[in-house]
């Protein structure tokens, strides 16, 4: 395991090597030639780990070994703790590659993903009833994969077969039983279970050999009321290279869409992830971290495990606003590039759902004069814009406007945290 380690550290940045990979450990104990368990001290390193490495440790393994195996990444202790009830379960976890700590209880809901959330927990309480195939879709980094496993978890409990697999590990089980002429094999696994649920299913695109297979496994499954459900990062009838017969059944069922997440839920999450871990943030803290970094879950995730590291090493008793700036300085990231004021213009607009031209239109409804007098407090504080070049712009009067409009936000932002940490993630999208 030491050997396959010191290969991946060179691979790998020496922050993530240090940070992430030096927490884990190998479980002898619960490991075998097919299947390696590492132990993380804790649910967001194992999370993380398992994310970003674990295909990277099982193709090192493959180099090495010649055998492929499973990376479990689990928190350290839990085994024992879970011998005797969850014992079933945890072997089928293991079976299924589920990630346990992965349930609907765990996962943060808002306005962005409440859809999303409602129909899998539907889809996990009622077997092919009504939603089958059931696709999940979104951008990278904002719980699809976690959805997935809490309608597996789900089902786990109450003794269905699961099965949980990503595409690409779908693709080399479908070649590795082709080399060995044991197609049969591969077709009562994936076709006797009552679960089948696949991780990024638009890499099966330009395909056709596994396509084909799929294709009859599909209608398989369908016709005996067995339960599909898929995540991709785009919607069935975007993904090229993809069999049209299989597009028109992926849509035949309910299309789920995740959009990333609005401040609140950010914040939200946050708020989860630091309990989960044990990190004690104030809200000022807190605000500062969800305005300032991206929408993707798992970069959130990567924050918190680096903040928790950082207090680890220095000790630090009290956490300050510039303590988080220098430890997150990578993730916040300062554009050099000039800002236009279309951008400014149009970032603002679809913040307060109007139209850009609203903005620069004479209306004096409040929630367009709100906009518009943000829109100037940005283009002052990210372009070299002057007063008077301003005014002239939005057809006022004179530059004292634009500094009254000035002095108005920046009140606001004084005086309303909730307000500044609205500019602060506005500010973020333009840059």
């Keep these: 395991m030491n050997q396959i380690l010191l ?46 490495y674990a295909d990277k440790i099982a193709h090192l393994f493959e180099i090495n070994n010649g055998l492929k195996p499973e990376i ?68 990278t980094g904002l719980g699809k994969t976690h959805l997935l496993n809490a309608i597996g978890n789900a089902n786990i409990l109450v003794g269905k077969n699961v099965i949980y697999t990503t595409s690409e590990q779908f693709l080399n089980d479908f070649l590795l039983h082709i080399r060995n002429n044991t197609m049969e094999r591969f077709r009562e696994k994936y076709r006797a279970c009552d679960y089948l649920l696949i991780d990024d299913i638009q890499f099966l695109s330009g395909k056709e050999q596994i396509q084909e297979e799929f294709f009859h496994t599909f209608n398989e499954l369908k016709e005996n009321n067995k339960q599909i459900v898929l995540t991709s990062d785009r919607p069935p009838k975007d993904m090229k290279g993809l069999e049209e017969r299989l597009k028109t059944r992926f849509t035949s069922g309910l299309l789920a869409d995740i959009q990333p997440p609005e401040l609140e839920t950010k914040i939200n999450i946050i708020r989860a992830k630091c309990e989960l871990d044990r990190i004690h943030l104030d809200d000022t803290i807190i605000h500062f971290i969800a305005a300032n970094i991206n929408d993707n879950i798992r970069e959130i995730e990567g924050v918190l495990v680096k903040l928790s590291f950082s207090m680890n090493v220095t000790n630090i008793q009290e956490i300050s606003l510039d303590f988080i700036k220098d430890v997150l300085k990578e993730y916040i990231k300062e554009s050099k590039e ?9 970032t603002v607009a679809k913040y307060y759902n109007l139209k850009p031209s609203d903005i620069k239109s004479k209306n004096r409804s409040k929630n367009i004069v709100i906009a518009r007098k943000i829109v100037i407090y940005l283009a002052r504080t ?30 606001e932002i004084n005086n309303n945290a909730n307000f500044k940490t609205i500019i602060e993630e506005i500010k973020n999208k333009i840059k």
Excluded: C
């Design 7 to 52: 290969q991946l550290k060179d691979e790998i940045t020496t922050f993530e090597f240090e940070n992430y990979i030096n927490q884990i450990t190998y479980n002898e104990k619960y490991s075998r030639e097919d299947r390696i368990v590492l132990n993380a001290p804790n649910v967001l390193i194992a999370s993380w780990v398992k994310t970003k």
């Design 72 to 139: 479990i990444v689990e928190v350290a202790n839990s085994n024992k703790k879970k011998e005797n009830k969850s014992n079933v379960r945890n072997k089928q976890n293991r079976t299924t590659n589920l990630n346990p700590s992965f349930t609907f209880d765990s996962f943060v809901v808002g306005n962005s993903n409440t859809f999303a959330v409602n129909v899998a927990k539907a889809v996990a309480q009622n077997q092919s009833i009504k939603y089958n195939p059931l696709v999940i879709y979104g951008n």
């Design 338 to 346: 000039n800002v236009s004021m279309d951008k400014i213009i149009d």
């Design 382 to 411: 990210l372009t070299p814009n002057s007063m008077p070049y301003l005014a002239n712009f939005f057809g006022m009067k004179d530059h004292s406007t634009v500094s009254k409009a000035m002095k108005s936000i920046q009140d």
